[in-house]
């Protein structure tokens, strides 16, 4: 009989899988986890949380505003403006003082009147806390500036802030319901409910309500323009240094797998 023919044994087939020592980049993680997907319906309910909470918030600063023009300004000025014309400047100018170390506060520290988690976010403290229901992966694109610009920027931006609001607060006779003034506080609320939402990793929704962050801030220098041409000048920087974040952040979307850009709910 003719003898069988051997079987040499057969290649091996490449792995369909990430090789485990070499892991796929963020990028391609993402861009995977993108296409496989499921579609997400729109929550109403998770609109309503957005706007129910920022319009708390502006309604308890609205009446923190109220109180100290009802019953502050008018028990503090009289005693600012007596007196011969050095004192009367110099308790202007302390008044003024107080009431822009108030703006400073609330630039900086508005989220304390928020119900949400509206902490600023930082990178790698965000990507920490946000790893237990990150959907995809955070990735940043590679000109992302380094976590020391972000303080600077923000840290100038909250005293231009502070001496743009006090001058517009002195030039309406120290009053703070003003709609100039009003619009700004909308921006900060409207900043607080944006980081929370950041803070929850939709970077979808993030990208579509910073929209609206750039919106407010453009509208709170338009109004200060009106009433102080100088102030809305100061407070320009803001909506530029906004513009940046905007691309920044819808490039951060672009990259982490485009999720949903309205309001949803995980499962």
């Not at 802030?161 to 006779?173: D, F, I, L, Y």
Request: glycine content about 6%; some cysteine.
């Amino acid at each position: 009989p003719l003898p069988l023919p051997l079987r040499l044994p057969a290649a091996p087939r490449a792995c369909a899988s990430p090789d485990p020592i070499t892991p796929p980049t963020p990028a391609a993680a993402a861009a995977a986890a993108a296409t496989t997907a499921a579609p997400r319906p729109f929550s109403v309910r998770e609109l309503g949380r957005y706007v129910g909470v920022t319009g708390l918030q502006f309604i308890v600063l609205a009446n923190v505003l109220l109180v100290l023009e009802r019953f502050v300004v008018p028990a503090v000025l009289p005693l600012a403006t007596g007196g011969t014309v050095v004192a009367a400047g110099t308790g202007v100018m302390g008044l003024q003082v107080a009431i822009g170390s108030l703006f400073f506060f609330l630039s900086l520290k508005s989220r304390v009147f928020s119900l949400f988690d509206a902490s600023r976010p930082v990178r790698g403290e965000l990507q920490a806390k946000g790893e237990a229901v990150a959907e995809t992966p955070r990735v940043y694109p590679k000109w992302i500036p380094p976590p020391l610009v972000f303080a600077v920027v923000w840290s100038t931006i909250a005293v231009l802030r502070a001496v743009s609001s006090t001058m517009v607060v002195a030039a309406n006779g120290y009053s703070f319901l003003t709609p100039a003034t009003l619009f700004f506080v909308f921006h900060l609320c409207l900043g607080d409910t944006w980081n929370s939402i950041n803070n929850e990793m939709k970077y979808g929704v993030a990208a579509s309500s910073v929209v609206l962050v750039w919106l407010s801030a453009v509208a709170a220098v338009v109004g200060y323009y009106k009433v102080v041409p100088l102030a809305g000048l100061v407070l320009c920087p803001l909506p530029i240094w906004l513009t940046v974040a905007t691309v920044l952040i819808w490039s951060t979307w672009n990259l982490s797998g485009r999720l949903p850009l309205y309001p949803y709910e995980r499962k």
